[in-house]
């Protein structure tokens, strides 16, 4: 039985369409995918599924939940209608929780402004009902404050908040985007026990393919704000009819071929690195904690080599990094780039610093917005004795622009005139004009959409066949590593657990944390023609 | 909690400390000898040492910042050179002027710009939110002084509601005493108000655009209930540090309103101090008020804790 059904829902905001024509049905205790790249309009679905589109857009067509059209309701009865028989879930639980209530409070909250009972009873129920999602009272009460959880338990209080008086639908907005895999696994199978076990149609939307294969019953694939294409998970794998539906697949299960890497010749040697921080006092005058962020981290990177570095959130990947960008002191060991330390005598060597540079995650953040491309890219340039000037200077810029596949005119741009994609490329300019020997990249393509993942990781090849590129390449996302590295490192709780050649530890992982972290990965369905794997 | 508040507590008499001795030793680097200045030009040598011996100033610096300290914590804030009576009398007489309008003008601030702010915000963008904020556009670009001159001019010389100036002092009743700070804690008030409504606003408006606000829409909160139950309490963190600024400014900053309503209050007591030289008044007063915006300090930190739980776990 069709519990929401969503006919020709177009959605304008301030004059501009985002939605065409959108049309979709979730039954009761199905599972629903709707995936796409960014600015595909799956956000904007379910946000007017929930009639919390943002202020000035105008909706039309029908969202019909059990029979009742909810464009046409009021927004005192999509009040009555939100929390009680449609739940949402928010791609980030860091944020999704007002920090200065305790979680029994917000969940709550929930069950009293649609049921009007007391504070007791409602408490009683958020007790169950957090109890359910996994955070039982005795190891979580209620009176703990979002900050005191993580970001998987945070997101199980959402969760918990969603589903608290068992709506019909629940509605998930990349629910596990922001979880390492680990997490995401559980999540996931939370997800599907509820919707399973309350009969809630669950519609989830999410840009990862190998997760929508994982959980859906159904999928509908929107592009450009339209849907492209809809139907039963595994019946849509087989024949993917759209074009767009196979070049999404295309580039999640992209792989690229890296050229072979030269004999090894160590380039950067890190030996029994140690990285500690104290912690604030528990007591007045008590001692101070002290955690290893790293702890006795030992490997070398050979010049040419393309070096992964796995691991999840606070394994001490980024502290290492930094360390090893000669950003902070470590407490013992000894960081070297081509036999020199990158921190001697209490500061950081730049002699040293200059031969390394650093992409990083996020292509919005990292850039400085009043600049142009050309000074952007040169940046690196201040650290040299003798920065190139004139004819000189702009040649190396149009070499670095062409290299990552731009053109030399851009260099007069400013860096809000390109999109995610290019911004990275403009990153990796970056990083590459005074030919460093070492480039690290920071989760370069976490934040982007599949198929720009996809040409950027084709630009990082193509630039190993054309120079002797060695980068140390650090994500959470095991399929990217495996695709574009030579050897990979599997980092827990500071330590490096397993290193070897990726084919390898991937293959044939040895220690349990690789093998939990492998296993929790969601895969893509075997289908002929397109080879992947995780 | 009682963590958080037992550091706050020893932060604040560190800065206690510290503070005593920087108001110590500038007022020590002040030109001029006070004795001297006392007595006249034409004293003579052996009665200016006299009266040094007799003033303590004969003693070494430490000795004198440890009676001037000691002295203090017991409630004796020495002899007024000019006047001859105790600090600690003249500035108990002023002090009951200057707190009770410091005090009022704070809680009209709040009063003001409170419903002022969450009026605002709740209709950003409207006729309502372009109303306030072209209202205290005006509060914040105008004097305060200018605000207690037109005071006058329409309630004390046309209604004859109140009178211009003076205090009567709390013996004749209190309700004459309040009658007379209500026109200078209005004037003090009102420019403070709409700064504090302007941050209020604003800051309430951030917490809306949080990813919170959108998870408590999703409950099923109305836009106002989501504002009241969760927006306003994450809101108060600026808010509360900018009172905080404002009680400082109100019981030190008085000293111009204190001046147009002829006001006893401890704003002219320093000013009259400074220029007679009366460099025990002046060390006194300053260690006073620094000992208020200190406490003030205290209390807006202990209230931040009570706000927001964060804070009591971290430093």
């Not at chain 1, 408490?123 to 970001?151: C, I, K, N, Q």
């Not at chain 1, 589903?163 to 199978?189: C, F, G, M, S």
């Not at chain 1, 702009?394 to 911004?423: C, M, N, W």
């Not at chain 2, 710009?113 to 904020?133: E, L, N, T």
Request: glycine share 8%; with cysteine; proline share 5%.
């Amino acid at each position: 039985m069709t519990l929401l059904a969503v006919q020709g829902l177009n959605v304008s905001i301030r004059a501009v369409q985002i939605l065409h024509e959108v049309t979709l049905e979730v039954a009761a205790g199905e599972v629903v995918a709707i995936t796409g790249e960014s600015g595909s309009g799956k956000s904007m679905t379910a946000l007017a599924v929930m009639g919390l589109l943002p202020d000035r857009s105008m909706a039309t067509g029908r969202v019909v939940l059990d029979g009742a059209d909810l464009l046409a309701l009021s927004e005192a009865q999509m009040c009555s209608i939100r929390g009680r028989d449609i739940g949402m879930v928010f791609q980030e639980p860091m944020t999704a929780l007002n920090p200065v209530q305790t979680i029994g409070a917000q969940v709550a909250e929930t069950i009293r402004i649609h049921e009007g009972i007391g504070k007791a009873q409602a408490w009683t129920r958020a007790r169950d009902m957090l109890a359910r999602v996994g955070l039982p009272e005795a190891r979580f009460p209620l009176t703990r404050y979002p900050h005191e959880l993580s970001g998987g338990q945070r997101q199980r209080v959402v969760i918990a908040m969603a589903i608290a008086l068992r709506p019909k639908l629940l509605i998930a907005d990349e629910p596990t985007t922001a979880l390492d895999v680990t997490t995401q696994a559980h999540i996931l199978d939370l997800l599907r026990d509820l919707a399973s076990e309350f009969g809630m149609g669950l519609l989830m939307i999410t840009h990862d393919l190998a997760v929508v294969a994982q959980m859906a019953d159904r999928i509908v694939v929107m592009q450009k704000g339209r849907v492209a294409e809809t139907g039963p998970t595994a019946q849509l794998f087989a024949a993917m009819k759209h074009p767009y539906t196979r070049a999404l697949f295309a580039a999640s299960a992209h792989r690229v071929n890296l050229p072979p890497a030269p004999a090894p010749v160590p380039l950067l040697q890190v030996r029994g690195v140690t990285r500690t921080y104290r912690q604030p006092r528990r007591s007045l005058f008590g001692p101070r904690a002290v955690v290893d962020a790293v702890a006795d981290v030992s490997f070398t990177l050979h010049k040419g080599e393309r070096l992964g570095l796995v691991g999840e959130s606070g394994c001490g990947k980024s502290t290492l990094t930094r360390a090893i960008l000669g950003l902070e002191d470590v407490q013992a060991g000894e960081i070297t780039l081509n036999g020199a330390p990158v921190w001697s005598a209490n500061r950081s060597n730049l002699a040293v610093r200059r031969q390394m540079q650093v992409v990083f995650q996020d292509p919005y953040g990292s850039f400085n917005p009043r600049h142009r491309v050309s000074r952007l890219i040169t940046e690196p340039f201040h650290l040299l004795p003798h920065p190139p000037q004139g004819e000189v200077r702009d040649a190396a810029i149009a070499r670095a622009l062409t290299d990552v596949g731009l053109s030399p005119d851009d260099a007069h741009k400013y860096i809000h005139e390109f999109s995610g994609g290019q911004r990275q490329r403009i990153a990796i300019a970056r990083a590459l004009i005074n030919d460093p020997d070492l480039i690290v990249f920071d989760e370069a393509v976490s934040a982007l959409d599949v198929s720009v993942r996809a040409q950027v990781l084709d630009l990082l090849a193509d630039l190993c066949r054309k120079r002797p590129l060695s980068y140390l390449f650090i994500s959470h996302d095991l399929h990217v590593v495996h695709s574009v590295t030579d050897r990979v490192m599997v980092m827990q709780a500071g330590r490096i657990v397993e290193q070897g050649v990726t084919e390898e530890v991937f293959g044939n992982p040895q220690h349990a944390y690789t093998k939990t972290l492998l296993a929790a990965a969601p895969r893509l369905p075997e289908i002929g023609g397109i080879s992947h794997v995780t | 909690m009682i963590r958080y508040t037992a550091t706050r507590l020893i932060s604040l008499c560190i800065s206690l400390i510290v503070a005593s001795l920087v108001i110590f030793t500038v007022v020590e680097v002040f030109p001029g000898d006070p004795a001297a200045y006392m007595l006249g030009v034409n004293a003579q040598p052996d009665t200016v040492a006299a009266l040094r011996a007799e003033l303590g100033l004969d003693m070494s610096r430490p000795a004198r910042y440890l009676a001037w300290v000691s002295g203090m914590v017991q409630g004796d804030f020495g002899q007024s050179y000019t006047y001859r009576t105790p600090v600690s009398q003249m500035i108990m007489d002023r002090i009951w002027v200057s707190l009770p309008l410091a005090l009022f003008a704070l809680v009209l601030t709040v009063l003001i710009a409170f419903p002022a702010g969450i009026y605002a915000a709740s209709r950003r963008g409207g006729a309502g939110d372009i109303g306030v904020m072209g209202a205290t556009q005006l509060g914040v670009a105008i004097p305060n002084f200018w605000f207690a001159m037109i005071l006058v001019l329409i309630f004390a010389i046309h209604l004859r509601w109140f009178s211009a100036g003076g205090f009567p002092g709390w013996d004749k009743g209190l309700w004459p005493g309040i009658k007379a700070l209500i026109l200078p804690a209005v004037a003090l008030a009102l420019p403070q108000a709409a700064i504090l409504s302007r941050v209020m606003r604003s800051s309430l408006l951030d917490m809306l655009g949080e990813d919170f606000i959108r998870t408590a829409r999703a409950k099923g909160l109305s836009r106002r209930q989501a504002l009241w139950r969760h927006a306003l309490r994450n809101a108060m963190i600026p808010v509360l540090t900018i009172i905080g600024l404002q009680f400082s400014f109100l019981l030190a900053g008085g000293i111009v309103i204190e001046q147009v309503f002829f006001l006893p209050g401890l704003g002219r007591l320093i000013f009259q101090a400074i220029s007679a030289r009366d460099l025990i008044v002046v060390e006194s007063v300053v260690m006073l008020l620094v000992f208020l915006v200190i406490v003030v300090n205290f209390a807006v930190d202990i209230a931040y804790a009570a706000v927001d739980p964060r804070l009591r776990v971290r430093r």
